[in-house]
């Protein structure tokens, strides 16, 4: 899947951090394509809920 990325274009690692970490999301306002947190979250916890 994509990254997400701010409307600027940088990669939110914080985010992808905190679905790593099974964080609660903070502000997500800036991002351009706010769709893929979503999806990035479902995989993780799919591959979570593997082991």
Known sequence: ???PKTRSGKIM???LRDISD?????D???LA???IVQAI???AEAYRDED
């Not at 099974?22 to 903070?26: A, D, E, H, P, T």
């Open 13 to 15: 690692r914080r985010l």
């Open 41 to 43: 979250a479902d995989q």
């Open 1 to 3: 899947p994509d990254l």
């Open 22 to 26: 099974n964080r609660v999301l903070g």
């Open 28 to 30: 997500v306002t800036t």
């Open 33 to 35: 394509n706010s769709e």
